[in-house]
DNA sequence: GAGCCTTTGAAGAAT
DNA sequence: ATTCTTCAAAGGCTC
């Protein structure tokens, strides 16, 4: 469901869709009420600021009051981050999944979408990619202090317990165990780091004369972190099988591929191991294996995506990504 | 009820 | 400069 969003259906998300639009719904589904009532929201949905009730949890020790005052970060609503592309299609095609394959888990319908965002066009892609740029423009311009780091910790992270048989499987694969690397160490670490946090106390000062309205973030793209180049993926240059991947999707570093070269990154190894505990490593004939091999076993439902995955609408014969790149590829790095 | 799972991408932290 | 980690969404499931 899609909360406030208003639904972005595919088309709408053409270019021209410019500003209003992202102004819509975009990156806050499920937002809550800004809280700042001395910032004037110019007819624009606010991005997610969402009141977290066990936010304070502890960490950021950096803004603590000394005295029994509220911290700072307390008071402070919880701002989320833009949408990147990928999530972007997500909310998009989210339900298109379900009705088609009749799945709710998420996790199911993400390895579906998953698949899917592979095998769309360069073009698709980019509407995406674009959209997600302006949604990046659009924060940063609501709320120009806010960082990422803000939302670090943010989410506790449980530490899962491995049955054995899980346990055997990691050891039987061999290789990178762990998909999300189980810390040792509380995540909030960096939080405990020392360093120099920003001052955020008035994130949304800005806003009060906020460009935003006028703001047409495709023209006003020298915004900071974002690629001036519309299509700046974060994924590897060029080479259309890039195999060697820009060893490090160190984005901001965008590659200026123009939009000739819009992205590969269809053949980008990703970052996190796939379920590789699922996914027994065939060290045999790859070809021998179906695109995607054996998955999870309850997840049949996959097949709603890899069933009719022959050739999508991705020109690109031959350099096929996803079906030429079986799951079991995808391990790379992350040792 | 909090967190996991699962995906890709962005950004920050760490090396 | 490169690598690693976290968080965005989301809903069923697990603890």
Redesign the pocket.
């Known amino acids: ?3 406030l ?1 208003g639904g972005f259906s595919p088309a709408a998300l053409a270019m021209n869709a410019s500003m209003s639009s992202l102004v819509s719904g975009s ?5 809550v009420p800004t809280p700042q009532p001395s910032v004037s929201q110019p007819s624009v949905a606010p991005p ?1 600021v ?1 009141q977290e ?2 936010e304070h ?1 502890g960490h950021e020790p950096s803004r603590k009051s000394a005295s029994g005052a509220p911290r700072e970060d307390e008071r402070r609503p ?10 972007l ?3 998009d095609e ?2 298109k999944v ?1 009705s088609q394959c009749k799945v ?8 579906i ?3 899917r ?2 095998s769309l066009s360069k073009d698709q ?1 980019a509407k ?2 674009e959209l ?2 302006k949604e ?1 423009l659009l ?2 311009k609501l709320y120009p202090n ?18 054995e048989s899980q346990l055997e499987a990691d050891a039987s694969d061999g290789f990178l165990p ?6 040792q ?9 020392a ?1 120099p ?1 920003l001052p955020q106390t008035n994130t949304m000062s800005h806003l009060t004369h906020t460009h935003l309205s006028q703001a047409s973030p495709a023209s006003s793209l020298d ?5 001036t180049t519309a299509l ?4 590897a240059p060029a080479a259309t099988h890039t195999e060697h991947t ?9 590659p200026s591929s123009e939009q000739l070269q819009p ?1 590969s ?2 053949t ?1 190894p ?6 590789l ?2 996914i027994p490593v065939t060290p045999g004939p790859p070809t021998a294996e179906p695109p995607f091999p054996h998955t ?1 076993t309850s ?1 049949s439902s996959l097949h709603c995506f890899i069933s009719p995955p022959p050739t999508g609408p991705h020109t690109s014969s031959a350099s096929s990504p ?1 079906q030429s790149q079986p ?1 079991s590829l ?1 391990t790379t ?3």
């Open positions: 469901m899609y909360p969003t990156f806050s589904p499920r937002l997610a969402k009730p066990g949890s919880h701002i989320k981050k833009p949408l990147n592309a990928f999530m299609y997500m909310r989210r339900p379900v709710k888990e998420s996790a199911t319908i993400n390895q979408l998953g698949q965002w592979h892609q995406y990619y997600a740029r990046r924060h940063s806010w960082s990422a780091r803000d939302n670090y910790g943010k989410k506790k992270k449980r530490k899962r317990i491995k049955s762990q998909t999300k690397k189980p810390r160490d509380p995540p909030p670490a960096h939080t405990s780091h360093r946090h915004s900071p972190a974002t690629p700046a993926s974060p994924a820009h060893s490090s999707h160190s984005g901001r570093s965008s992205l990154l269809t980008k990703h970052r996190t191991a796939p379920p505990s699922r999870p997840r996803p799951l995808r790095n992350r040792l």
